[in-house]
Each structure stands twice: as C-alpha cells, then as structure tokens.
C-alpha cells in the first residue's frame, strides 16, 4: 500500500490521482489472478498430449521463479514518481504468475493421477489443509 500512496499532497477536498489504485487493490489482484487461471488451466488441458508434463512443470517453475526476482526486485526500486506504471507492472506479474502457478499445479495433479491412490493422498491432503484460494484470500480486506 505504501507503494501505492500518491506522493504529492492534493489540496483538500480532492482526490488524490491514485486513490482508486489504492481502495480497489484488492479487487484488480484478485481478478488479475482468477481470469489467467481459468484460461490457462483451459489451455493446459488442451495441450495435456502435445507438451510432456515435465517440459511443463519445468517451465511453469521457471516463470515463477523469473517473476519473483522482479517483485524482489521492485521492493528496493523508489516508485513515487511512477506509482501507475508500477500498478501496471504489478498487475502484470500476478498474470504471469497466477497463470504459471495454475499450469504447474494442475500438471502435478495430472501426473499424480498416474500413481496409486495411496501415494497421491499426500497430494490431495495437502491441497486440502492449505487450499490454493486461501493464499489469495490473506491479501483481502476484511470489509470485502
């Protein structure tokens, strides 16, 4: 939110220019990672023949990876003079990210499903003590 924050002081009673960045963060998050999820578990189940499940997971990781050096590295960057780019970038990255997440963990759940039941229960417990929606939903508000 600090990131965020219009660094000019406006004169009282206006707006202040980012104002709508900052009270709807949330609401731009969440449908920057639900809208790349749908449509990118729809394109791994497309290309389940075509691409082999490890060319998958290794890439998925790698982007993960990649997009997690630039939030890194957008922690020490001075963005107050470019608060709506870096909104932008932001965004853009939890595209990327949802996206990559969502290729990589439905192709662990695709390659498990080749194993026996008891070796993929660890898999299904642990999706189910620590669901992937409850991670998005730590960043919500309380009022929403």
């Excluded at 980012?18 to 497309?46: H, K, Q």
């Excluded at 963990?105 to 660890?122: D, E, H, K, L, V």
Aim: neutral net charge; charged residues 15%; glycine residues 4%.
């Amino acid at each position: 939110m600090f990131k965020l924050r219009n660094s000019s002081s406006p004169a009282t009673g206006e707006d202040p220019e980012g104002s709508d960045i900052l009270n709807y963060f949330e609401s731009y998050l969440a449908v920057a990672s639900t809208v790349p999820s749908m449509l990118c578990l729809v394109a791994n189940f497309l290309l389940v023949n075509r691409v082999a499940v490890h060319i998958r997971v290794l890439a998925s990781l790698t982007v993960i990876l990649a997009i997690f050096m630039v939030i890194t590295a957008l922690v020490k960057v001075d963005t107050s003079s470019w608060t709506r780019g870096f909104f932008a970038v932001t965004i853009v990255c939890m595209v990327i990210l949802s996206g990559a997440s969502t290729v990589f963990s439905s192709s662990i759940y695709g390659m498990t499903g080749s194993f026996p039941m008891r070796n993929s229960q660890a898999l299904i417990s642990e999706d189910l003590l620590c669901p992937g929606d409850a991670k998005m939903n730590k960043h919500q508000s309380p009022r929403s």
